[in-house]
């Protein structure tokens, strides 16, 4: 089964707004978790992530929110412009169990953001 | 920026034909992953390298699939006998020892007609 899903396919967002990408886990040892920007025909890029000792991070206008109990993440983009438009995969990776975990992914959200 | 390279960017292959892709991971980064992204966007995790020694690999890639990363020499992925159902595009990733950031290079897209 998925292990990692993010429920939107697709969300469009108006420039300046705030662009609210969700993904959910089903693994309680997932312990890192991450959010990768994907442009079309261009390799996943790290945007920013998050272990699982804090329930927040921000860099710029990305925040990460972990919800452990949830078993939910989401990336927040505020202020989002129309370079933003690209699709965004979470993902997930169980570190504590090997060091070199591999990374589980979700389907990807495609966000749109339009003037 | 990622510094990953992958080669061919695009590769085409009847069935049955071997497949043969290769990549360099970053400077100073040992730990190397293969990933396959299929035309629905769904990654599989394939097979992942420290230097050389394979850390974690799944069935498919016991199989049909083979993978090594020499010392001194790319990484590569071959399948043996490829099947339709391989077309999809083919990441590598590297990250440091003991930092779980992978940095991923552009993919080979690989086509089985």
């Known amino acids: 089964g998925q292990q990692v899903k993010q429920s939107s396919p697709s969300l469009t967002v108006q420039e300046g707004g705030i662009s609210i990408l969700n993904c959910d886990y089903e693994?309680?040892?997932?312990?890192?978790f991450a959010w990768y920007k994907k442009y079309p025909d261009n390799s996943p890029t790290l945007l920013i992530s998050?272990?699982?000792?804090?329930d927040k991070r921000e860099d710029g206008r990305l925040t990460v929110f972990l919800n452990k109990s949830g078993k939910h993440f989401s990336l927040h983009i505020t202020a989002s412009q129309p370079e933003d438009t690209a699709v965004y995969l979470c993902?997930?990776?169980?570190?504590?169990?090997?060091?070199?975990?591999?990374?589980?992914f979700g389907q990807g959200t495609s966000l749109s953001v339009v003037p | 920026n990622s510094k990953v390279i992958q080669t061919p960017r695009y590769l085409v292959k009847g069935q049955g034909q071997k497949a043969k892709m290769r990549c360099i991971p970053e400077?100073?980064?040992?730990?190397v992953f293969w990933y396959q992204q299929n035309k629905n966007n769904e990654f599989k995790f394939l097979i992942n390298?420290?230097?050389?020694?394979?850390?974690?690999q799944i069935d498919m890639t016991e199989k049909r699939f083979s993978a090594e990363c020499p010392s001194n020499s790319p990484c590569s992925l071959e399948i043996q006998s490829s099947e339709a159902g391989d077309s999809a595009l083919y990441l590598c990733?590297?990250?440091?020892?003991?930092?779980?950031?992978?940095?991923f290079g552009p993919g080979t897209r690989l086509l089985v007609l």
């Open positions: 990733a590297s990250s440091r020892l003991g930092q779980d950031t992978q940095y």
């Open positions: 693994n309680d040892m997932f312990d890192y």
């Open positions: 998050v272990r699982s000792n804090v």
């Open positions: 993902a997930a990776g169980a570190t504590a169990s090997s060091s070199f975990s591999k990374l589980v």
């Open positions: 400077k100073g980064h040992p730990v």
């Open positions: 390298f420290q230097n050389q020694e394979v850390l974690q």
